[in-house]
């Protein structure tokens, strides 16, 4: 079965994980509602106001399960999880108006720098860090 899947931080091409991303089928740059945080080495995407810029991607059961053990996703108990897998709707691109996947952070953001503009490749272009 094939997913389709938003991602806006070091998944993404060119940043640290992007290899994980290797076999996914590229649809095409998108918008979710939301904001991101800075929570270290990676962003955390929160529900709410705001828009974060990212990519959609197609990718099979396998896959996606791989994924779900990067990003720290313990099947059936949420609060164990880093990050959770939630349906979002596309605000913008090829994809617009259709849901899709996304990570959602899942731990308490105390602290945690935010990303006012909810693009993460710009944020470590300005703060000047490496992905």
């Given amino acids: 079965m094939q997913h389709t899947l938003f991602i806006y931080g070091t998944l993404m091409p060119g940043l640290r994980l992007e290899a994980e ?3 996914a089928r590229f649809v095409g ?11 270290g ?3 955390g995407l929160l529900q709410g106001d705001g828009q974060v810029t990212g990519e959609v991607y197609e990718v099979d059961d396998a ?27 596309v605000l913008s691109g090829p994809l617009q108006g259709q849901h899709v996947q996304t990570y959602v952070y899942n731990h308490p953001v105390d602290g945690c720098t935010p990303i006012p503009h909810g693009d993460y490749r710009r944020y470590i272009r300005e703060v000047g860090r490496d992905s």
């Fill in 21 to 23: 991303m290797h076999g």
């Fill in 29 to 39: 740059p998108a918008h979710i509602a939301g904001r991101l945080i800075d929570v």
């Fill in 41 to 43: 080495r990676y962003p």
């Fill in 63 to 89: 896959h996606l399960a791989r994924l779900d053990e990067v990003e720290g996703v313990v099947p059936g108990d949420r609060n164990a999880s880093q990050y959770w897998r939630e349906e979002v709707t």
